[in-house]
Structure formats: C-alpha cells, structure tokens
C-alpha cells in the first residue's frame, strides 16, 4: 500500500505546530505545563537512562520544577522536523537552556533533543523524547 503524498501546504502548517508545540514544552516554566505536552504513555530516554515508566519520569520533573526559581534561557538551533504523516513527526534540535534553583545554583546546559509528536484530538504530543546535555 503507498502512503498519500502529504500537501505542501499542510506539511508547512504541521511544521508551525511541531515548532510551537517543542518551544512551548521548552518554555516551560513548571511541572505541570511541561508534563502537558506528553501523552501519558511517553517513553523518555535522558542522558542515557531510560525511564521505566511515565510515573517515574513524572516524579522526576515534579521534583525537578518544585526546586526550580526560574528558567533564564531556553533556545532551540538547528531544528530539523521530519514530517512522517497529517498525525506524526520527529522534531530534532540543539538546546541551550539556563535555570536557577531556589537556592542559587545555575544550571546550564547545552544538548540535542529529540521527539516524535503525534497528534492527539487537535494537539501535538510527544511520544517518544530522547536527550543528552553536556553540563557546562
């Protein structure tokens, strides 16, 4: 079976969303709006070590967030989006982002990350997400 030609025009309009739906997971600034963008059956791979479960990922973020003051700097470079069908995509890119805990610390880091989205009633999610950071 041959898989129909995608549009142009639609293929630019999933590019927007895929770009939207990532910026606004990176701009996150809690854990409730970053856990948003994921269905809740993501797999998640981050610097090498796969989640078992989304509980334990969720778990992870909302520690993550409750220490977190604020984030300084959150920047995608080098996007690439592969656009697979209308409802799947991978979205490929290199990350600075910045924060500051409530104590002080900063953290920096600079890395590549990754995510299939899949649309899911009118919104893009991540399925799938792999990351590597390089502290700085």
């Known amino acids: 079976m041959q898989e ?45 070590m796969q989640y ?16 977190l003051k604020e984030v300084k700097l959150a920047v995608w470079n080098n996007i690439r989006i592969e656009i697979f069908s209308a409802e799947l995509a991978l979205f490929n890119a290199s990350v600075r982002w910045k924060s500051v805990d409530k104590v002080g610390s900063v953290l920096n880091l600079k890395g590549i990350w990754s995510a299939i989205y899949c649309l899911e009633k009118g919104n893009w999610k991540i399925l799938f997400r792999h990351e590597s950071f390089e502290t700085q």
Request: net charge negative.
């Open 52 to 67: 078992e479960t989304f509980e334990l990922f969720e778990k992870d973020t909302r520690d993550f967030y409750a220490s």
């Open 4 to 48: 129909k030609e995608i549009p142009e025009i639609v293929k630019r309009r999933i590019e927007i969303a895929i770009r939207k739906a990532a910026t606004d997971h990176l701009n996150a600034q809690d854990a409730h709006t970053a856990l948003s963008h994921y269905k809740p059956d993501a797999s998640i791979i981050s610097n090498g």
